[in-house]
């Protein structure tokens, strides 16, 4: 049980850390940013 705990701990924290990674290098932000939405509705 505690090395199923453990491991489902370490591939949360492998994810959290994929997903920052791959938000902080610009490529493919995870989460959308407000800006990129606000100035859709401008050019519209």
């Known amino acids: 049980m505690t090395y199923l705990l453990l491991l489902g701990v370490m591939a949360l924290l492998g994810l959290a850390a994929y997903i920052w990674i791959w ?22």
């Open 23 to 44: 938000a902080i290098d610009g490529k493919r932000p995870w989460p959308p940013p407000r800006s990129i939405t606000q100035q859709e509705v401008s050019d519209d």
